[in-house]
């Protein structure tokens, strides 16, 4: 059996572990309709996606119109519907499920550092039983600090007991490299998630850059 030249393999969550676009998207536009505004497109939500709620709700709003409410409410709207249809469209990525699978059954732990909240981050995972035994989940207000600092990365390598020199780490997001790459990790573009069309991702100075779950898997089991 092919074993990983990591100890353990870390997750960002949203456009990476998970396609939550489908949810998000739904929460954003309904409370633009609640407004009044036009939905977003399934392009705009992707594109904005991984900049949170408030981003989404801003993608839907001309200037002035942002300036006309008070996005604090908004914001919170969107969130408090989200929270209660958090696994209505989402599911992960085509070949994650076989990713995890393989990592379980060689016993290598694999986890989640995201900027989500711990209220949405904890009970979308436990709804997502294609991908069992997640050893560590941390979120936006388990620490202080957040991604990109690399004080999150860190305390989940704390959690399971591995270096952070030998963790992977997966994300859609440039935060996400930064904080892999400060925390002394190998970094992993994940090239399918939520990235916008004008970034330029050698930018980013990660390790590698993977087109799906399945070409991470590939690279890992070599």
């Known amino acids: 059996m092919t074993q990983s030249r990591f100890a353990a393999?870390?997750?960002?969550?949203?456009?990476?572990?998970l396609d939550t676009a489908p949810d998000l998207g739904a929460a954003a536009n309904h409370v633009l309709a609640?407004?009044?505004?036009?939905?977003?497109?399934?392009?705009v939500i992707r594109q904005?996606?991984?900049?949170?709620?408030?981003?989404?709700?801003?993608?839907?709003?001309?200037?002035?119109e942002q300036a006309q409410h008070d996005l604090t409410v908004l914001r919170q709207q969107l969130l408090d519907h989200y929270?209660?249809?958090?696994?209505?469209?989402?599911?992960?990525y085509d070949g994650m499920v076989e990713l995890i699978t393989w990592l379980n059954n060689r016993a290598i732990p694999w986890g989640v550092v995201t900027n989500k909240p711990a209220f949405l981050t904890d009970p979308l995972l436990a709804?997502?039983?294609?991908?069992?035994?997640?050893?560590?989940?941390?979120?936006?207000?388990?620490?202080?600090?957040?991604?990109?600092?690399?004080e999150p990365l860190w305390h989940a390598c704390e959690q399971i007991g591995v270096a952070a020199k030998d963790c992977l780490y997966v994300g859609d997001h440039i935060r996400d490299i930064e904080a892999g790459r400060n925390a002394g990790m190998t970094t992993a573009i994940a090239a399918w998630g939520y990235i916008a069309e004008n970034e330029h991702l050698t930018d980013?100075?990660?390790?590698?850059?993977?087109?799906?779950p399945h070409s991470l898997l590939a690279w890992l089991s070599r």
């Open 9 to 17: 393999v870390l997750f960002d969550l949203d456009g990476t572990l």
């Open 204 to 212: 980013w100075l990660a390790d590698v850059e993977m087109a799906d």
């Open 83 to 92: 929270a209660q249809h958090l696994y209505i469209g989402t599911r992960p």
């Open 127 to 150: 709804l997502v039983t294609e991908l069992p035994n997640c050893a560590v989940a941390v979120s936006a207000d388990t620490l202080p600090l957040r991604k990109p600092h690399p």
């Open 48 to 64: 904005t996606a991984s900049d949170g709620a408030l981003a989404l709700i801003k993608a839907g709003l001309s200037e002035t």
């Open 34 to 43: 609640q407004i009044g505004k036009a939905p977003l497109s399934d392009f």
